[in-house]
Every structure is written in structure tokens, then in C-alpha cells.
């Protein structure tokens, strides 16, 4: 089935540095290409999104850009803080079915002070 | 912001025994998950549901039953826990369909079984 790869898989960045995350799909009737931030102990919580009609998006520090043409999109956090520090999911609608969500492996991101 | 509780939120069960697990939304929300969390695989897709009586199989079911009794429950039943189903379970519910759809996540139940 329809896959998506996450990489890295463990993320140490420097307080105040940028984290990038990046994803790669497979099905290129995806549309749909949300990230789910999931702190320790708590459950996921989406935090971005991106649909297939643009490139990027920005909220605050977070930014979503998708290449449709090679099938890969990416989560940039800018200015890292502390509270940045969790494991982050990539996901992508799945065309066959009812456009479940696929989830990568998911990104450890460690800020260090 | 949606609600939606699972129970228990740990549980130890012997090999070969019947497990279930519970979850609840309050949000009448059409669309139901169960999802398991194992390091290196990220959520993994067990059992859907569209509404209540609709069940539908994820990616990996096997080993698996789900029962959606109702608009807001939806459970999850291991018929014969194996040691390889100790996970982290996660309940969701979803707020549209089509390809676009936000999900609401539980707070998990730790499985562990012996």
C-alpha cells in the first residue's frame, strides 16, 4: 500500500536554529498533507497543513512546502524553541479507499538551550 | 476543541486473552480510527469506521476485531492478545470526509501483554 517515508528519524537542533523535517509519498492522487505534533506523553495534535492547490504555507514559526512534481514536501521550523521539542508526524491523504491518512515514522526533535 | 476518551489508559493482559479497548467522542463526528504507535512505524492504521454499524479494515487488521456500536463509541477487540500487540493505542475521530479531514486523538492506552 501506499507509503510514506519520514526522515530524519532523530533531530538535535540548537536553540534559536532552524529544524527541517522532510517527507516523500508515493500516490500522486494525494491532496492532502497534514503534520501532527505529538509531545511527550500527550497524543498528536495537527499543527499544519498543506493542500495539493499550493506550495507553501506559513504559520508563525512553521513552514509547509510541497514539490507535487517529485512527490515530497517538508516541515520547516524557524527559530527553534524549547517547547519545539517533540515528535512530529508528516501524513498523506491515500487515494484509494476514503482518503485515510498514511503517517510517516515520525521526527524526534530535541531542542537544546 | 473535540473530545474523545479512551479507556483504559494502561492495561497488562496474559497471552492469549480477550482484550478490549474503548473510545468515546462527543463530538458527532462520522469517522472513527484506531491507530497503534511502535517505534520506527509511526501510526499504523488498524480499523476504521464511517458511523455507527460500519466497521472497515486499515492497513494492518490482523489480529483484530473493532465494533462501532454507536455515533460516539468505538471499540477495539483483541480476541487473542499476542506479545507482539503491546503498543500504544490511539483512538481518533474525524471532523469531514473527503480527503481533507482533521483528526482528534485520544490520549492512548498503553497495551502490554505477557
Known amino acids: 500500500g501506499e507509503q510514506v517515508e519520514q526522515l530524519p528519524s532523530i533531530l538535535r537542533v540548537q536553540e534559536g536554529s532552524s529544524a527541517s523535517i522532510n517527507c516523500s509519498y508515493e500516490?500522486?492522487?494525494?491532496?492532502?498533507f497534514p503534520w501532527y505534533k505529538q509531545e511527550p506523553g500527550e497524543n498528536p495534535k495537527l499543527i499544519i497543513d498543506?493542500?495539493?492547490?499550493?506550495e507553501r504555507k506559513q504559520i508563525q514559526e512553521l513552514i509547509v512546502l510541497l514539490d507535487k512534481k517529485a512527490k515530497r514536501f517538508s516541515l520547516h521550523i524557524t527559530d527553534t524553541q524549547p517547547g519545539d521539542s517533540a515528535m512530529y508526524f508528516c501524513?498523506?491523504?491515500?487515494?484509494?479507499?476514503?482518503?485515510?491518512?498514511?503517517f510517516g515514522s515520525g521526527t524526534q526533535l530535541t531542542v537544546m538551550p | 476543541e473535540a473530545a474523545v476518551t479512551q479507556s483504559p489508559r494502561n492495561k497488562v493482559a496474559v497471552t492469549g486473552g480477550k482484550v478490549t479497548l474503548s473510545c468515546n467522542q462527543t463530538?458527532?463526528?462520522?469517522?472513527m480510527y484506531w491507530y497503534r504507535q511502535d517505534t520506527g512505524h509511526g501510526l499504523r492504521l488498524i480499523h476504521y469506521?464511517?458511523?455507527?454499524?460500519?466497521?472497515e479494515k486499515g492497513d494492518i487488521p490482523d489480529g483484530y476485531k473493532a465494533s462501532r456500536p454507536s455515533q460516539e463509541n468505538f471499540s477495539l477487540i483483541l480476541e487473542l492478545a499476542t506479545p507482539s500487540q503491546t503498543s500504544v493505542y490511539f483512538c481518533?475521530?474525524?471532523?469531514?470526509?473527503?480527503?481533507?479531514?482533521?483528526?482528534?486523538f485520544g490520549s492512548g492506552t498503553r497495551l502490554t501483554v505477557l
Open positions: 481518533a475521530s474525524g471532523d469531514a470526509g473527503g480527503s481533507a479531514e482533521t483528526l482528534y
Open positions: 500516490d500522486s492522487a494525494s491532496n492532502y
Open positions: 498543506i493542500r495539493s492547490n499550493m
Open positions: 501524513a498523506a491523504s491515500a487515494s484509494s479507499g476514503s482518503w485515510q491518512l498514511i
Open positions: 463530538n458527532n463526528h462520522n469517522n
Open positions: 469506521s464511517y458511523g455507527a454499524g460500519s466497521t
